[in-house]
């Protein structure tokens, strides 16, 4: 499934080209700047990136796995 930027939502999980799973924490919009997702590790929670949208959404880089996880 191939998403799009507006169909974004914290909890939604990624997989790295790596292997490796991240969640999506929030997005984050400044102005000026392409808008930006915070990911958390699901593997360590204490490990964090913030990436563009266009690289999340790029599937040379990450793939979606889920949709927004249930709490």
């Given at each position: 499934m191939?998403?799009?930027?507006?169909?974004l939502e914290p909890g939604q999980r990624f997989r790295?080209?790596?292997g490796q799973l991240w969640d999506?924490?929030?997005i984050v919009r400044i102005?000026?700047?392409?808008p930006h997702v915070s990911l958390i590790s699901?593997?360590?929670p204490t490990t964090?990136?913030?990436i563009s949208v266009n690289a999340l959404l790029d599937q040379r880089h990450f793939r979606f796995v889920e949709a927004k996880l249930k709490a």
């Open positions: 191939t998403l799009r930027e507006s169909q790295s080209q790596d999506v924490r929030n102005e000026g700047n392409v699901v593997k360590d964090t990136k913030l």
